[in-house]
């Protein structure tokens, strides 16, 4: 086995979050919504009573989850 046959690592690959107005997706980090032009990070009424802040926590729980994973599998250590 070749040490230089790691996978390539999906880094660029765009992180999609909810938007909390209008609970589209937009790009993390995106302040101002382009659906709906408001604050995408601002908690809005429909995003806390229909359950999504739960939802999100929950997606990102899984990234990092995945994230550390391909850490793990990058450094060739198993547990
Ligand atoms: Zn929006």
Known sequence: MSAGALPPRAKAAPVLVLCRQCIRYVFEGTVVCPHCSGNAREIGE?????????IETIQRIDRLRDAADEDRAARGTKT
Not at 46 to 54: A, S, T
């Open 46 to 54: 429909r995003y806390r009573d229909e359950g999504y802040l739960g």
